[in-house]
């Protein structure tokens, strides 16, 4: 039998074990269907398992490339568990609520941030059972971009799943499965119809959208990181419990060194202005580097490069500063155009190094568009191994879960500084606006006490990171 008639052969017994019925239904919900489906039943029916395995197996399996399969509960687990042995693939099993006991975990199997698992699913209405899974895969750094159903409802389902990078592979469409069943007289012309004129009235709501780097823990993502400086900082953060930032915006190499004395241990990131400091001494860096090492905290010089490649080379390795000698990272403006990336890719022959691309500002009245910032991400995007990440002040900016959006502009109260700097809470950008690391400047250097500030803003922020990978706030 060729592949065409195998799938025919299947429509036939599908509805010859009731897996397909049709007539006057009532769905869970209370709407009311001239067909039915219940896949459920094809476990009493090992030769429908087994051509169904067949078919997945050569319709989808055979020329993908995919490190795991993952049924969606429970109709489908069978199926992947056939389709697992059949073509050799590892399989994980997805839980539908997480155990009272033990691990929390949602996910079973063997598996590692980065890898591919492709899904398995009976049948596609509005693609939500689809999602669920999707949501505990990519929670847990794996990707998750395809998946292969045997039945899709024709109902918008395709369509929701392609708006959270989801693409469905379908054995049948209701339309295909229906022209089969009228071809070999198990249903009237008339049924055909019938079915096929409630399919173009009935679509299926638009489910949520669940396409969000924000969801996932720091420890994974720094799995999916390219650049060694921001797989090193979403670690610290992960181990230290910390998404701070501390902009040390002062002058004198003293009162740095003092306020990081103190506040070291509460921050993940130092955040400099080299060319702020009246009294710089080579002295100043050995104890800087010193002080980031002992409290594990590592240093981004706010440099905001923006000139040709060949200068800003210069300025990043040569000059009073040497910032390339002991800064992890630096603050690079893409005005110029790509050849900015270019000089400080090739200027560090190897040494660990990372790029904060800025990709929006937070002061009032900037002249960075949309288009612009667009335009940023991709360039960014060609240089996988030189970029942590992007400063910017939104969430929708990138989605690349492996980079850091680094976000300045916080304060617990004020809203604006009189000089256009605009200020939001540490709430607002860790819960709407996606931020990942958050750079406080005098929100705890002008404070009376920096150090119970800096306090203060470490928990507000970590709870509020905790509370967005649980899921349990409003997207
Ligand atoms: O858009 C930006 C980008 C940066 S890096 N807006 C900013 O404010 N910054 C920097 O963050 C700015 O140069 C300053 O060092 C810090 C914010 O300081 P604060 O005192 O307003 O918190």
Redesign the pocket.
């Known amino acids: 039998m060729c592949d065409e008639q195998k799938l025919e052969h299947l429509a036939v017994k599908l509805f010859e074990i009731n897996a397909v019925k049709f007539g006057e239904f009532t769905t869970k919900s209370g709407i009311k269907t001239p067909v039915y489906f219940d896949l459920r039943v094809i476990v009493s029916y090992p030769e429908v398992m087994q051509l169904i395995s067949n078919l997945i197996h050569d319709f989808a399996l055979k020329d993908t490339k995919c490190d795991h399969l993952c049924g969606v509960p429970y109709t489908a687990l069978p199926i992947a568990t056939l389709l697992s042995v059949q073509a050799n693939i590892p399989m994980l099993m997805r839980r539908k609520e997480a155990k009272a006991y033990g691990t929390k975990k949602m996910i079973e199997g063997h598996y590692k941030a980065g890898q591919k698992c492709l899904i398995i699913e009976d049948v596609v209405t509005s693609g939500s059972s689809v999602l669920e899974t999707v949501k505990d895969l990519r929670k847990e750094g794996l990707v998750a971009e395809e998946a292969v159903i045997i039945l899709d409802r024709e109902q918008g389902g395709r369509q929701n799943l392609a708006t959270n990078d989801v693409a469905i592979k379908s054995l049948f469409t209701m339309s295909n499965l229906i022209n089969i069943l009228v071809e070999h007289n198990k249903i009237s012309a008339q049924m055909a119809l019938k079915v096929k004129n409630y399919l173009n009235d009935t679509k299926a709501p638009a489910v949520e959208n669940i396409q969000d780097r924000t969801l996932l823990p720091y420890e994974k993502r720094a799995e999916l990181a390219t650049n060694s400086i921001a797989k090193e900082l979403f670690n610290i953060m992960a181990t230290k419990k910390t998404n701070l930032c501390l ?1 040390v ?1 002062l002058t004198t190499t003293t009162s740095i060194l003092d306020l990081l004395e103190k506040v070291g241990e509460h921050v993940c990131l130092v ?1 400099t ?1 080299i060319d702020i400091i009246e009294d710089f001494s080579a002295d100043f860096i050995t104890r800087l580097k010193s002080l980031a090492k002992r409290f594990n905290f590592l240093i981004l010089e ?1 440099r ?1 490069y923006a000139d040709i490649g060949n200068t800003v080379s210069l300025q990043y390795l040569k000059g009073l500063y040497k910032v390339a000698e002991w800064a992890d990272c630096v ?1 690079v403006h893409s005005l110029p155009g790509e050849g900015i990336l270019k000089a400080l890719n090739n200027s560090t022959n190897g040494v660990s190094q990372g790029v ?1 691309l ?1 990709a ?4 009032e009245g ?1 002249l960075i568009t949309p288009d612009y910032t667009e335009e940023t991400v991709k360039m960014a995007l060609k240089y996988p191994n030189l970029m942590c990440g992007f ?3 939104n969430k929708s900016t990138f989605k690349e879960p492996g980079l850091i959006q ?1 976000t ?4 617990l109260e004020s809203t604006k ?1 009189g000089l256009g ?1 605009v ?1 939001n809470t540490p709430e607002k950008v860790m819960l709407e606006k996606g931020a990942d690391v958050v ?8 404070a009376k006490s920096p150090e119970s500030q800096a306090l203060v803003y470490k928990d507000v922020l970590w709870k509020n990171y905790l509370k967005r990978v649980s899921g349990k706030m409003e997207l």
């Open positions: 902009s915006d955040k202005h706010d905001k603050t904060f800025l929006e500002m937070s002061s900037n400063v910017c002040q680094l300045p502009g916080v304060q500084d700097q200020y750079v406080v400047g005098r929100g705890i250097v002008a």
